[in-house]
């Protein structure tokens, strides 16, 4: 009988890597709590229209890449894509707006896309982002820039590059799509047959292309910033100042679009060297137009997502080690009337806070103590029924060797001061 196996593009978390997806997902919550963001949770699916309608029906997610199927009640629903349009989604249906002009959202979630499985890229993918809903202003384009930035600095990466460009409003992308489309049009039989299609649906998609002989070409494309409003170039240079007062480096590229539809003005993405080939950590940008196309009024928005199995590839590469949460306290039974009193010490320790284990496989002192090394304890506890007749209970630090005897009722004291 063959033994069953995850599917091709999905991994497991096993305990010893989840503490390091523990210790970064807790640096996240703590980090965005600072910035004034709250975090959001929608389902794992969502009726495929969503995507059809917010993502565009012409991207590579919603063509090639979506898991999609019919309920029971002959209702096409998909496992999410991406992060944006459901948080969206939520947002009209729950009138998160008129809690707050202003509305400053996170999350910490999973995604799914039928593509071909590689190195940091997954079938089943895991991100934390934020979306702020309500203000057109270059000053909040300032903030999630900021936030995408220092939170991949908290988490120990560096060298990291900033790739910025505006790819304006609607106004300036009719002209600018118009002149794209002549540039290119003598190069069509060049051009992979994604490309073709993309010429007629979404020509800008082209810049963002990944084939090298496609690449070449794009370099005399006409660029996005001679095309730009005068509303749309101010926002922009309000935006790069900010950064710079921050001293947060960028480098500005014309050919930077993004991969979804939904995107107006601000686009970028952040780089990290460690990741090689897949270098791109982060990614996110403006989207004025989403909310009105999902159904609700006009609204403002920006965002980012930034992937967690990159940030954790890249912390690899850079040697990070996330802090270890190692067992405090472990105790040693020495026989079955120790066993019995470590059993209600162990649960007076925990409702105190105090993280505690010790051993039920009934092993020698000697595994007992490996064990206690094994799980990076500080101190041990030896009870046995000695110890139990004296009133007392062996507390020993491994760090020193110091050892002292001490009465179970003031242990919990001791440890917490």
Known sequence: MNTLRS???????????????????????????????????????????????????????????????????????????????????????????????????????????????????????????????????????????????????????????????????????????????????????????????????????????????????????????????????????????????????FEEDSNLVRGLDYYTRTTFEIISPALGAQSSVCGGGRYDGLIETLGGKPTPGIGFATGIERVLLAQDAAGIIANPQNTKIYLISLDDPGRAANLVLISQLRNAGIKSDMDYLRRSMKAQFREANRLGAEFVIINGNTEIKAGTVQIKDLNTGEQSAIAPADLISHLLK
């Open 7 to 249: 599917i091709k593009g999905t991994h497991d978390i096993l305990p010893e890597q989840s503490r390091r997806w523990q210790s970064l997902e807790q640096n996240i919550h703590n980090f965005m709590e600072r910035y004034g963001y709250a975090e959001i949770r929608t389902p794992a699916f969502e009726r495929t229209e969503l995507f059809a309608r917010g993502v565009g029906s012409e991207t590579d997610i919603v063509s090639k890449e979506m898991y999609s199927f019919r309920d029971m009640s002959d209702t096409s629903v998909t496992l999410k894509p991406e992060l944006t349009a459901p948080v969206i989604r939520s947002y009209l249906q729950h009138n998160l707006g008129r809690i707050t002009p202003l509305t400053k959202l996170y999350y910490i979630d999973h995604a799914f896309r039928q593509e071909r499985p590689q190195k940091g890229r997954y079938r089943q993918f895991h991100q934390y982002g934020v979306e702020a809903l309500g203000s057109p202003h270059p000053e909040i384009d300032l903030e999630i820039i900021a936030i995408a930035y220092f939170s991949l600095l908290e988490l120990g990466l560096e060298n990291l590059t900033i790739k910025l460009n505006s790819i304006g409003s609607s106004e300036c992308r009719t002209a600018f799509r118009e002149a794209l489309k002549d540039f290119l049009r003598p190069h069509l039989n060049d051009l992979s047959e994604t490309s073709r299609r993309r010429f007629d649906t979404n020509p800008m998609r082209i810049l963002d292309t990944k084939v090298p002989h496609e690449a070449e070409i794009v370099k005399s494309a006409p660029i996005i910033a001679e095309y730009l409003t005068s509303a749309d170039r101010a926002h922009y240079e309000e935006l790069k100042s900010g950064l710079k007062s921050l001293s947060i480096p």
